[in-house]
T-cell receptor
Framework: GAVVSQHPSWVICKSGTSVKIECRSL??????MFWYRQFPKQSLMLMAT?????????EQGVEKDKFLINHASLTLSTLTVTSAHPEDSSFYIC??????????????FGPGTRLTVT | AQSVTQLDSQVPVFEEAPVELRCNYS??????LFWYVQYPNQGLQLLLK??????LVKGINGFEAEFNKSQTSFHLRKPSVHISDTAEYFC????????????????FGQGTILTVHP
């Protein structure tokens, strides 16, 4: 079945640096992808909706300049955490809707990327 | 606005016992309902979904859920659990009629950690 991959699976960076996380849809095209953030023992919080060929749509309270999203192609979306700080340490998960459904019938989730900022 | 409440944050059970994970949602409109499972340090995997039709939905790994519109519930059940079912389970909803920035958006519950003991 359809699969979504993320790279890297785990990254450690120093405070003040930027980190890029890739989300790829394998074997299907995704005009929309979703980025979530999950703190330990908490639920997923939607950060933004990535739209191929246009600007991302950010949820209220998410800093657009800090979390840069680029949907470069129909199979790739990237999330760049700029000037990372320890409070940005979290588990970041992307997802893509089931083909032909635009997300209304569920989503395929990537395996997640654990970011640790020291 | 939609919201999802998972009534139990943790559910411990013994192997081969039945289990029910409770989920209630609040929405003034029709909804799509989902259950996802998350194993440690992994993304989410779709267990089952309710879009329309029969209120009893069967999913993977022997799980099933029943949509109860009058009680706005979508409880997940399994008649006999295995050690391998130990994971965190998330209930989620989406609005079939959402448009704009809410198109395809999922709202998650807080999660229920199911621990199966031998």
């Amino acid at each position: 079945g359809a699969v979504v991959s993320q790279h890297p699976s785990w990254v450690i960076c120093k405070s003040g640096t930027s980190v890029k996380i890739e989300c790829r849809s394998l074997d299907f095209q995704a005009t929309t992808m979703f980025w979530y953030r999950q703190f330990p023992k908490q639920s997923l919080m939607l950060m933004a909706t990535s739209n191929e060929g246009s600007k991302a749509t950010y949820e209220q309270g998410v800093e657009k300049d800090k979390f840069l999203i680029n949907h470069a192609s129909l199979t790739l979306s990237t999330l760049t955490v700029t000037s990372a700080h320890p409070e940005d340490s979290s588990f970041y998960i992307c997802s893509a809707p089931l083909p032909g459904t635009s997300g209304r019938a569920g989503q395929y989730f990537g395996p997640g990327t654990r970011l640790t900022v020291t | 606005a939609q919201s999802v409440t998972q009534l139990d944050s943790q559910v411990p059970v013994f192997e081969e016992a039945p289990v029910e994970l409770r989920c209630n949602y609040s929405s003034s409109v029709s909804v799509y309902l989902f259950w996802y499972v998350q194993y440690p340090n992994q993304g989410l995997q779709l267990l089952l979904k309710y879009l329309s039709g029969s209120t009893l939905v069967k999913g993977i790994n022997g799980f099933e859920a029943e949509f109860n519109k009058s009680q706005t519930s979508f409880h997940l059940r399994k008649p006999s659990v295995h050690i391998s079912d130990t994971a965190e389970y998330f209930c989620a909803v989406s609005d079939p009629n959402a448009g704009g920035t809410s198109y395809g958006k999922l709202t998650f519950g807080q999660g229920t950690i199911l621990t199966v003991h031998p």
